[in-house]
Each structure stands twice: as C-alpha cells, then as structure tokens.
C-alpha cells in the first residue's frame, strides 16, 4: 500500500470531551494517525490516554467532538462495532478466553462454518497461517493459556488481523513481556506498517518508543500537549512534556537540616527481583528521613512498596529491619513491626468502603484497642477525634461511610490508620494522586512534621515536584531496577527526569547496580 | 521462560488427566464388577443400570452448559419433579403429548431463570433457589402432594419397556441426548460461545459476543432437559413420588465435576459428565452387589460418602491446578 | 394475599427516570421491608387468624417453629458476611444429632454427649474454612462436599436407624422452657445477642465485615482474612449443631435421613430476604431474625387461611426473588 505523505490521516480525532460525574478526563483532546503509520500515545496515569482510546473504541461515548476513521466520520458505540470497522485493540491485560485454544480465541464471533457446523480443520489452518506471517508458530489446537504472554499477544494480534484491522490500538503490551519476546512484537509492528496498517503503541517505557514509533503524541490533563516526529524530540523533553514541568527549576524549599544520614536503616532492602517487574532494587529508609521513589510507570516502584510491606513475596532478595533479615508472610507481619503503607488504588486496596470513617481508621489498630477482648468504643472514639482533628480530615461524623467522603479525607483517614498505631515507617504510594490541592498540601506538610518527630518514610509519586520538595533523598528505579540515587541538594526535577529517561544518573552514581 | 512453559503445560494436563482418570475409574469399576460378580452384573443390570441413569444424566447435561457459562442451576431438582407431575398427568393423551408437556414446562421455567440472569442479572445462586423452592411448591400443588400415577395403559407406559439395540430406549436416548450436546459444543458457534462467556465474560463482551442471549439459553436448556428428566421417570416408573428430585441439583454438580468440568468456567467435557454420572450410580450398583455376595456388609450410607470423597479429590486436584496456574505467572480472569 | 406481606411489583420502567426516589424507596425496603412485612402479617394475623394473639401460639407455635432456622441463619450470616455460603449446615446438623443421641444411648451423660456432638459439628466448619480459607476453594463447592458425604457419614453412625433419645434432661433442650419461653427461643435470642454484641465490639467482628466488603484492603490493614473466614465457617457449622441437637431432643428422636433437610435454603433465605446482600460486607443479626420470622409466619399465615403448604411455598420463592431484586436496586442506587 502507497500513501502519499500529504493524504489525510487515517484517524483524526478533534476537540474531544468526556467527563465522569463533572470531573472532566479529555479537554478538547486531539490524535491523529496516518496512514502506515506507528504511533505513540504517552502520558502519566490520568493524563487521559485511555479515555481517549476508550472513546475511540466505542467504550466510551465522546461528550464532544469529532472522530474520522478512514474518511469517514464515525462514532462506534461498542467495542465490537469498532472491531468490524477496522479498529483492533489489544489491551494490556490479554483480553481473550485463557481456556480456549489459540485458534478459538482467534474466531471466536466469527466462526468458519461448513454445512452450518464449525469448521474445526478450516479455522486451524488459518489460524495457523496467521500466526506464521507473524512467525509464531504453535500448535494452535492447546489452550491458550498454555503459550507465553507474547504468544498469547501475538494471537490477539492475530485476531486483530483477521478483521482486516487498519487500525490496531496496543495498549501496553510489553509490560509484560521479556525482552525477546519485545524483540518479536516490534518485527510484527514493523511489518505491520510496512504492510500498511497503522498501530497506535501506549508504552511507558521510553526506549521502546525511540525503538518502534515514527510520531508520538504527548497528553496531559486531559489534552493534548504535543504532536512530534519521535525523531526530533529528545527523552528529556518528552519525559518533562509528559509531566508539564518545564525546563526551569522548581525551587526546592528551603534546605533542611540534613538527616541522619548515619542512623541505621529503619528498613533495608537489597536485590530485590520479582518476576519481570523487580530485577534488582535496592532501597533503605533511616528514621526520620523521607525517601523519594522515583520512576515512570512499570518501573517497578509499586512493586517495590509491595513487597516491602509484605503483600507480595520477592522471587529473591533480601529485607531487613533493624538489620534483622525479615521475610513477611502477610502484611499483618510489617505491620506488627512497625511498618503502614497506603496503597496505590485507594479504592481498590485501601478503604473498607462500606465501613465508617472510625472503622476505617481504627482497622489496623483493633487488637491495642480491646479490654478483654473487647474493643474500647472510648479510647477509640478519643484517638478517632483526635485524628480526624490533628489531620483536618473533614466529615459529618465519625459514623460517616467513609466510601461518601472524598478522595483527600479518605486519603487522610488511611493516613490515620497508620499513623494511629505510632509507625516507625510508612510506604506512602501515590499518597497524593486524585486530591485537590489544597489537602494535598496538608498531606504533604503531615507527612514532613511526622518525619521531623523520627518517622521513617518512602514516597512514592509520579509528580517530581512533590518529591523534590519533600523527598531528603531521592531513588530512581527505571525497568525494575535502581538506576540513581540523588540526595540533597542534588535533587532536583531535572537530574530525577535525566535518570527516568535516560535510566544514567547524572551525577551520584551509586545507587546503579 | 522454558521453566514457566513446563509449568503451564503441566498444570493444564491435570483437567484432561482428571477426565481420563474418571474414564479409567470407570472402566476398572466396570471390570472389576464383571470380573467379581460375572453375568449377574454385566447384561441387565447394567442395561438397567443405564437406564436409570438417563433421568440423572439428562439433568447433569443441562447443568454442563450452565456451569461452563460460569452460571449455576439449582432449580433442576424442582423441575424435574414438576416435568414428571405433568407427563404422568396427562400420560392418558398419549407418548408425546406427555413429554412434550413436561419439555415446554421445564423450558418455561428455565427461561424464567434465564430472563432473571442474563437480562435483570440477578446472582444464578438466588435465583435458581428461589426457584427450587417455587416450583417444588407448584408441583405439588398440582400433584396435590400425593404420588402422581401414570395412566395404566397406553404408550406412555409402554414407552419404558421399549428396547432398542437391546438397550432400554431411556439409556439410548441419552446416548443420543450426549453426542448432541458435544456436537452443539464442538460443532456450533453457540457452543464456542458458552465456554467462552464461562471463561472470561468481559472478553466474549469485548469480542462482540451475544453474552445475554447465550446465558439465557443454557438456562432454558437446563430446564427443557430437567422436565424432560422428569417425564423418564415417570414414564419407568408408572408413578411420581413427591420427594422427586431432591438433592438432584447437587448430585448433578458433583458429577459435572468430578467428569472434568472447571466449576468457575469456561473449561468442560460433555461426555466426561456422562461419565461421571455412570461412575457416580456405578459406585451404588457395587455397594449392592457387594453386599448380595454376602461376604462382607457395606452399607449403602457409604455411597454418598464415597460420592463426597471423590468431590473432595477433585477439588483438592483442581486447587493444585489454579495454584500452579498462580506460580506459572499467567492469571485468566 | 401476597400484597400484604412484600413489596409490590418493582414499578422500573416508571421509575427509571427519578432514580433518586427509587433509590430511596429501594432503600427503605431494603432495610425495612422484611420487619414492615413481619409487621404487616402481626397485624393482618392479629386481625383475620384465631386465636393468634395467644401467648401459646406466639411463643409456642410460631416462634418455636422459626427459631431453628434463625439460628442456623445466624451462622450462615457470619458466612454470608465474609463473601462465602454455607450448604453444609443440614448435614451438619444430622451428624450432631446422630453423635449426641449416641454418645447419650451409649451411657456417658448429657454434658459429654453434648460436648460431643458440638466436636463433630466443630470439626464439619474447620474442614469447610480449611477448604475456603486455606485453599482457596469456591465456598459452595468447598460446603458441597459435605452436604453430599455428611449426611452419609451422619447415616453411617447408626445405619441409618432412628434412635429413640429419652432421656428427659436432654429433651429439655427441644421440649423445655425456661421462665415460660422455649429454650429454643431463649437460644435463638442468645445466639442473635451474642452475635450482635460481637459483630459490634469486638476486633473479630469487625475483621468479618471487612474481610466481605474488601478482602483486599482488609488484608493490607492487616486484618488476618484466613483465620476469620476458618472462624466464620466454625462458628456456623457449630451452631447448626446446635439446632441439630435441639430437633433431636425435640421429636426425642434422631433421625439422621430427615434432620436438617433442606436447612440450608431455608437459613439462606432468611438471610437473604431480610437484606442481607450475598456478596458480603454487611451482617445484621436483628434482621436475619426478622427474616426467620417473616418467611415462618408469612407460611404459617397463608396456610392458616387456605392456602396450602405447596402455594406458599410458591409465595416464599416469588418473594426472594423480588427481595433480592429490591437489594439490587438500592445497591445500583448507592453505588
């Protein structure tokens, strides 16, 4: 397929709006795809890449805007109508039947029929012809979830292709695969456009867009930032477009005493791997320091927090507190030691949403709180008050659900529910992600006077900003791995970016392994 | 990588080695009754023995397609028995009007399910509860609680002597009713459809398939095949006791099972069901013989022990699969 | 009739638009349409029955008559509360009354038999929560097995053959009264107290509700999921048990092919009816109370007036589909 350069674009998609309950997720957001074209789509969580992708796919309906797909403009109301006017997405999570085999999971909807019966023989040797173009070849009769994660992406892809996709949305799908297998996906890609499909590839990891995309687009609350050739943009610019901090400095608040940089550890952790999301991270907190932990999306930065908490178990590795090796069984263990953590996913992880704020907040602290195996309703009316106080955290009543408060005071009672039990280390994940800004610097300045009184923490945030002004020492973790560690005066926006984007530290190398 | 590979393989052999293990208990059951017991076990009493079972079978493969939907249908007991009601009563008009009467009760019924399920999209759980409880009450309202008799002459009576191939024409038809049901499995999109609805919802959702419309159907189904469950009894039997089908829904489940079929979705054999309800009966029929041989007394009791301890086998086998499938990285939904 | 006892039919179309009065509106009935129903049937019964409103028809009649089915609802909330089912509780009560009247008939006195017979039931919830809570497997499958076996293994004990239990102290336990209220009513009263208070005050209580609204998030708080669930499941089959013992002392006989028959629909849908949603999260031992009453006194009511046994169980079915029907929309509403 020839296009001359100057013909429209494949996919153009103008002024799209969409909120949820008057929280607006695209702002007049725009993409446009040519034709034999791969394109990357970038952005932080919330950025508004997979409402827009959504909207495209028929998910979501557009509160505005126009879309034109091949020509045409079009607004497909279910994934399937999509799907049978060109567009194939392959999700992040694997979205086939795991039980079935490759060849069913590949004509499931559309079945080859003889005599009105399946064609069992006809719909294997298709199968098995698609596969081969894309140079897999299996046997097409096992289940699927026998193959590995990238034969399993390679068979979407192929189910992609037998609807004669022009269009083929991948929405992450390396995160989960080894580096051959990468390798592999990128040859398809590659063939793809040279065949004259067109991809849309949602990556975070920087190298593989430099690898595979010709143009990437850039979005950012909700719009869209930025529309460039891959070629002429460089990491650093696409990580701080990304993030819409510009080229200037952020002024780090004014330098604090600097902490006890001799204290033993409060929690130590070396060599830590797990599967393909850890491959080697090493990370300490001292009391009273706040660590910063730094890294894009898939870096390995939750998992970490997970693990060392106890609510996953490394593949190898090593934990220790109070230079004592510990191996956590269940987060009940880190917690009887000392250690909280705030999830990432508030909701799906943190709150007991049907439960009252006093619940929620005395959750972790029930055994202290019994006389006799019963649970002090007096002292635990008296801490909750105390904390709802000390927090600002802002409800009707303690008795209140804490599912109908909003994002920051939930934040703020899962706060509590650690800081309650008198913690010697907090895993803080996101702990400011979806709150207004005003809780948000409450959050921030709780957390620093909690460090001030001897509080060990680890920061995890997607805003550099935020670890810039709160962070006292700063890791960066690129690919499952620590790639700098910046303390001081050396953190700065710019050397944490540098190090996400190029995965070398600028300066202080000696958090790389 | 090679490792994980292995592992998956591996883990994914224990449902096939699990219906083949049921195969295989089956068949050396069946040995050892002839080799034991000789002629006495092997000709008619296992004519007979297949015969009774049709009535369980047909029922279990109704609950076969509505468990690989990753539904649940506990309402077939009920329906059995209020599909025997109505073929004994109006057994006087004939062979087919009676079956058919309890075929489109059973249907109507399991299509109240179905509608309950896949268009209001209430718990299967509740609703086919609800509906066990119903539907026994309106099938001894008809029945008036009293055993319901077939009338004593006719071709409905008749239909139960019936031989066909030197087989008892009940057990033929469920032969027949089997190789259907895993030809709709193999050979049609619907049965495609069913296990893919069973093995990821939102998936067959996203891939455009009729998710409702497919639910809505496994449950008629499983209705249809219970009032026609119901009408084999009555038609061997001559008479419909009211405490029909009790507990059928939940031995139909533990033969679903132990045949092979994955209780979460997506994963099923139909001629394994059938094996697992022969097997399942089998393990009563050599209770009996045992106990006629004289030599040592086994008490039948020990049959629905035996039925639990297999169920308990194939779930421990089945949690040693998904743990595996945890381990080996790959988490279908 | 039936308009007496429930909610009309679900107005949804006419509805659809003020989603917000319908979610209040669902909401009342989810919390208080099983007690407005039993309220109802008071009144109407009160009104239209002979010889209702009889101390020896309250207590007698329809509050001996329910209590066995709240009790044992009582524990299936505890598992309901947690996400998980129960379908064990009539085995479970079969082989507690075959262990007591054994151990009884075999000369080792009341307290040892009933020792006994709570140890076998005990042990019938630790193999269920072992199975849920340690492997993982489906609640309703992991109970299955022994729904299925136990009532063999309860047949077992005695081949099947009823035992006559006269013992006079151990028929107290189905016959007696205590200050003039049956002793199965004083139970149903302490077990429903019991639950509440510890439901209310105490760490386990509270660990069981969020295990069923959250698990996840109930595990990183560090709530020990697996233990409540093995406690839940304990505490469950025990009680049913209980109520094993109770029909045995009551019909002073032990008859391990009827006992428990059909228990755990009956306990299931007393939970269920009285808005208690299945998928766990909440447990509310007042109103699983009230729903025992309200299906025991809504058949006993129509069966009082005409209606057979058959029609009302009919009733019972339609009813707990619209319950659940009503749950769901007020859940839609809220969330």
């Given at each position: 397929m020839t296009q001359s350069s100057p013909s429209p674009p494949l996919l153009d998609m103008r002024g799209i709006r969409k909120s949820f309950l008057g929280v607006p997720a695209l702002a007049e957001a725009s993409f446009q795809v040519n034709r034999g074209e791969v394109r990357a789509l970038i952005g932080q969580n919330g950025a508004g890449k997979s409402t827009l992708i959504k909207v495209l796919t028929g998910v979501y309906k557009a509160d505005g805007g126009t879309v034109t797909f091949d020509g045409r403009p079009v607004a497909f109301d279910s994934p399937h109508a999509a799907q049978l006017g060109g567009i194939a997405t392959i999700y992040q999570e694997v979205n086939l039947v795991p039980y079935r085999t490759v060849t069913e999971n590949i004509f499931l909807g559309r079945e080859r029929r003889r005599f009105g019966l399946l064609d069992w023989r006809r719909m294997n040797a298709e199968a098995r012809e698609l596969l081969a173009g894309l140079d897999v070849h299996v046997d097409v009769t096992r289940p699927l979830r026998e193959f590995s994660i990238a034969t399993q992406q390679m068979t979407a892809i192929a189910r992609a292709l037998s609807f004669d996709a022009k269009l083929v949305i991948m929405d992450e799908p390396t995160s989960s695969l080894a580096e051959h297998e990468v390798s592999v996906l990128f040859d398809v890609i590659r063939r793809l456009r040279d065949s004259g499909v067109s991809v849309v590839f949602v990556s975070h990891r920087l190298d593989e867009l430099y690898a595979v995309c010709d143009r990437v687009t850039i979005m950012r609350d909700g719009r869209t930032v930025d529309d460039r050739a891959m070629a002429d943009i460089s990491k650093y610019e696409l990580v701080s477009k990304m993030i819409g901090r510009d080229l200037a400095e952020v002024r780090r608040a004014a330098s604090r005493a600097p902490h006890q940089a001799e204290a033993a550890p409060v929690i130590e952790a070396s060599g830590l791997e797990l599967g393909q999301a850890l491959r080697g991270v090493d990370v300490a907190v001292r009391s009273g320091e706040i660590v910063g932990l730094a890294g894009l999306l898939g870096s390995g930065r939750s998992e970490t927090a997970r693990v060392l908490f106890g609510a996953d178990a490394p593949d190898s590795g090593e934990v220790r507190v109070d230079a004592e090796p510990v191996r956590f069984a269940v987060p009940r263990d880190a917690i009887r030691r000392g250690i909280g953590f705030s999830p990432e996913d508030r909701k799906v992880e943190g709150i007991?949403?049907?439960?009252s704020v006093r619940e929620n907040l005395t959750l972790a602290l029930l055994p202290r709180l019994t006389k006799a195996g019963i649970v002090d309703r007096r002292r635990q009316q008296q801490i909750v008050e105390r904390f709802i106080e000390r927090i600002g955290i802002k409800v009707s009543s303690a008795d209140q659900p804490i599912r109908e408060l909003s994002g920051g005071n939930q934040q703020k009672v899962l706060l509590a529910r650690w800081l309650c039990m008198n913690p010697r280390l907090l895993v803080l994940d996101e702990p400011t992600r979806g709150i207004d800004v005003g809780a948000k610097q409450e959050i921030q300045s709780l957390i620093r006077e909690l460090a001030d009184d001897g509080l060990g923490v680890l920061f995890i945030s997607s805003e550099l900003e935020e670890l810039v002004e709160n962070a006292d020492r700063v890791v960066v973790l690129r690919d499952g791995r620590n790639v700098a560690e910046l303390r001081g005066d050396q953190i700065s926006e710019e050397r944490i970016m540098a190090a996400m984007a190029h995965g070398a530290a600028v300066e202080a190398e000696d958090g790389a392994r | 990588m090679n490792q994980l590979l292995a592992f998956r393989t591996r883990a994914s052999n224990v449902l096939a080695l699990q219906r083949h293990g049921a195969l295989i208990a089956l068949i050396a059951l069946l040995v050892f009754g002839i080799v034991r017991y000789g002629d006495r076990f092997a000709g008619e009493n296992l004519a007979n023995l297949l015969a009774d079972d049709a009535k369980f079978a047909l029922v279990a493969l109704g609950m076969t397609f509505v468990i690989m939907s990753g539904g649940i249908d506990l309402s077939v007991g009920s329906v059995a028995l209020l599909g025997g009601v109505v073929a004994a009563q109006a057994s006087g008009a004939g062979l087919v009007p009676a079956f058919g009467l309890a075929v489109l009760v059973g249907l109507a019924l399991g299509s109240l399910n179905g509608v309950l399920i896949a268009k209001v999209r209430l718990e299967p759980f509740i609703v086919t509860l609800a509906a066990l409880l119903g539907v026994r009450g309106l099938a001894l309202y008809l029945s008036d609680k009293k055993a319901v008799v077939a009338s004593g002459t006719g071709s409905f009576q008749d239909f139960g002597r019936w031989e066909l191939l030197g087989l008892p024409v009940s057990a033929v038809f469920m032969f027949a009713a089997f190789l259907i049901g895993a030809a709709v499995l193999r050979y049609t999109a619907f049965g495609r459809t069913v296990l893919a609805v069973g093995g990821s919802e939102d998936a067959a959702r996203l891939m455009g398939l009729p998710v409702a419309r497919t639910k809505f159907v496994v449950y008629a189904m499983s209705g249809a095949l219970a009032g026609l469950a119901g009408a084999f009894l009555a038609a061997q039997t001559g008479s419909v006791s009211t405490d029909t089908g009790i507990g059928w829904e939940l031995s139909a489940i533990a033969a679903v099972v132990v045949g092979g079929t994955l209780l979460t979705g997506g994963v099923g054999s139909v001629m394994s069901t059938l094996v697992g309800v022969v097997l399942l009966q089998l393990i009563f029929n050599l209770i009996v013989f045992e106990n006629s041989m004289g030599a040592i007394e086994i008490s039948s009791f020990w049959e629905s022990v035996i039925r639990g301890g297999f169920l308990l086998l194939v779930v421990l086998l089945q949690v040693k699969l998904s743990r595996r499938r945890a381990s080996g990285g790959t988490a279908p939904a | 009739m039936p308009e007496t006892t429930t909610t009309p039919a679900a107005p949804s179309a006419a509805a659809a638009p003020a989603v917000r009065r319908k979610t209040s509106w669902a909401a009342y009935t989810q919390r208080y349409g099983a007690g407005t129903a039993l309220v109802a049937l008071l009144i109407f019964n009160a009104l239209f029955t002979a010889n209702f409103l009889t101390p020896a028809n309250l207590l007698y009649v329809q509050l001996r008559q329910a209590a066995p089915v709240g009790i044992v609802a009582l524990g299936m909330a505890m598992v309901i509360a947690t996400r998980g089912i129960d379908l064990s509780v009539g085995s479970v009560m079969a082989i507690s009354g075959q262990v007591g009247a054994l151990a009884l008939l075999s000369g080792t006195g009341l307290v040892p038999a009933v020792a006994l017979a709570l140890l076998a039931a005990l042990l019938c919830g630790l193999f269920n929560g072992t199975l849920v809570a340690r492997y993982g497997v489906q609640p309703i499958i992991a109970t299955l097995i022994l729904f299925i076996a136990g009532r063999g293994i309860a047949q077992l004990l005695t081949d099947g053959r009823l035992q006559n239990v006269d013992d006079p102290a151990f028929q107290f336990f189905g016959l007696g009264a205590i200050a003039g209220i049956p002793v199965q009513v004083v139970l149903l009263v302490v077990v429903a107290a019991a639950i509440w208070f510890v439901a209310r005050s105490t760490p386990f209580g509270r660990y069981l509700v969020a295990t069923g609204d959250n698990e996840p998030a109930a595990r990183l708080a560090g709530v020990p999921v697996r233990r409540v669930k093995l406690i839940a499941y304990a505490t469950s089959a025990t009680l049913a048990g209980l109520v094993g013992l109770m029909e045995v002392a009551r019909v002073s006989a032990s008859d391990a092919n009827n006992t428990g028959l059909g228990m755990e629909l009956d306990a299931i849908a007393a939970v269920a009816v009285a808005g208690t949603p299945l998928t766990g999260g909440r447990i509310s031992p007042v109103a699983v109370v009230i729903g025992a009453l309200m299906l025991r006194l809504l058949q006993n009511t129509l069966i009082a007036h005409g209606v057979s046994r058959e029609v009302a169980q009919m009733i019972t079915g339609f009813i707990i589909v619209a319950a659940i029907y009503v749950q769901r929309q007020a859940g839609e509403g809220a969330g």
């Open positions: 007991i949403p049907q439960m | - | -």
